[in-house]
């Protein structure tokens, strides 16, 4: 019980913390389940357990904090990762997780195709389970990639909210439960839109770390990666990695909406920061996206000998924070 109810503040829960459990009636994304919370501090998100459990549409005190893609929300009957497709259905969100056998571009790697940013976001999540406790809102769900005489790839995820306050934790069990090495790519794309992106925005990255572009592109934007431009007709999109021997811990500001948002999460098991950003019309995004490879595809990834690996029964732990204040 919330300590506003004991004092008699308020007589039901609802009227500062909502949980509630919704499924959209028309239009593309017809037949969509969304987990809504909405937290007394005035922090909006939409789970969808149809895509993961990753995270779509998101808000801080009535403001867009994310990107979502022109495409919007889809039906799950499309979201399966069908290559042609992905320009067509990638919704964006403020998660969007990418893997877990390959991530970036499609490539085939032996006999098995791989489309681009790999399967994850298209697998529907089992034993799903949202509650609310005095101090939290708990999302949790199980996402398992599997094949006949191949792998079996298995996330756990739990999200936690507090109820009273403005931070999101993404926490993941990865699991490899065959009696064999599996290679395995993971990456957490995180998007933020306008207005929380604009000129006025300014992003701040761990002291001393060491930055890869890249395309020659990218490379000519070096002196724009935390500063941002309004938008531009036709403007390419650039991509960094960032890497650091400490944890990682980055921030976004936009002082004329007095918004600011943190990110932190943990080396060990995800090395790098991708930078990916457009300043384009229409496709205004900058992504944060935590992650243990440098997206390459599955294929160019163990040529580059930066391709990972869960061994025979083997569990990793992933924690992702969003924080907003």
Not at 6 to 13: L, T
Not at 41 to 60: F, K, S, T
Not at 102 to 127: C, F, K, M, T, V
Not at 220 to 237: H, N, Q, R, S, V
């Amino acid at each position: 019980m919330f300590e506003a109810e004991k004092k008699g503040y308020i007589g039901h829960p609802g009227q500062l913390v909502r949980l509630r459990r919704v499924t959209v009636a028309e239009g593309k994304a017809k037949g969509t389940e969304i987990i809504e919370v909405s937290t007394a501090a005035g922090l909006e998100l939409d789970i969808l357990p149809d895509a993961g459990l990753d995270i779509g549409q998101a808000r801080y005190k009535g403001v867009n904090v994310a990107w979502m893609c022109k495409n919007g929300y889809d039906s799950p009957a499309v979201i399966a990762p069908v290559e042609s497709e992905f320009n067509n259905t990638f919704p964006g969100g403020l998660l969007y997780t990418c893997g877990l056998r390959s991530a970036g571009p499609p490539n085939r790697d032996g006999q098995e195709w791989h489309p681009l940013h790999g399967r994850y976001h298209g697998i529907a999540a089992d034993q799903v389970c949202a509650r609310m406790t005095d101090d939290e809102v708990i999302v949790s769900g199980v996402i398992r990639e599997s094949a006949l005489f191949a792998h079996c790839l298995e996330v756990k995820r739990t999200i936690r909210i507090p109820c009273f306050g403005t931070t999101i934790s993404i926490e993941d069990e990865v699991s490899n439960l065959t009696p064999r090495p599996e290679e395995y790519m993971h990456i957490y794309h995180c998007n933020f839109g306008y207005p929380l992106i604009s000129e006025d925005a300014e992003l701040e990255l761990p002291a001393g770390v060491k930055t890869i572009p890249r395309t020659e592109f990218a490379a000519e934007g070096m002196g724009k990666m935390t500063t941002f431009e309004t938008p531009l007709d036709y403007e390419d999109e650039r991509v960094f990695y960032h890497l650091t021997k400490e944890d990682f811990s980055v921030r976004l500001k936009n002082p004329r909406l007095g918004i600011n948002m943190e990110m932190t999460w943990s080396a060990d098991t995800l090395p790098i920061l991708a930078e990916w950003r457009c300043m384009s019309s229409g496709d205004y995004v900058l992504a944060l996206e935590p992650t243990n490879c440098y997206i390459k595809g599955r294929k160019l990834e163990r040529e580059n000998g930066t391709l990972q690996k869960l061994e025979a029964f083997e569990t990793r732990k992933n924690k992702v924070t969003i924080s907003f204040s």
